[in-house]
């Protein structure tokens, strides 16, 4: 869940908008915004065990803001 507080944060930050964090099944990390997905983790079930295939949090913020647009 550290890492969803950190996206959580950097949202707070750069777009003034309260992210909401719901746990999930472990390994599961998915942002969604207005009901659709915006980003989430990807790799296989071998790369996930180091920690790989979280999405790019400047990424998400950037496709965020898009839609704020």
């Known amino acids: 869940m550290a890492r969803a ?9 750069r777009l003034g908008v309260e ?9 599961e990390f ?3 915004a207005d009901g ?11 790369t996930r065990g180091f920690g790989a295939g979280f ?3 400047d990424g998400v913020v950037e496709k965020l803001l898009q839609r704020l647009r």
Do not use: M, Y
Request: aromatic share 8%.
């Open 55 to 57: 999405p790019d949090f």
């Open 30 to 32: 998915t942002v969604i």
């Open 5 to 13: 507080a950190s996206l959580a944060a950097l949202i707070k930050k």
């Open 19 to 27: 992210a909401v964090t719901t746990p999930g099944k472990t390994g």
């Open 36 to 46: 659709q997905t915006v980003a989430e983790r990807g790799g296989n079930w071998f």
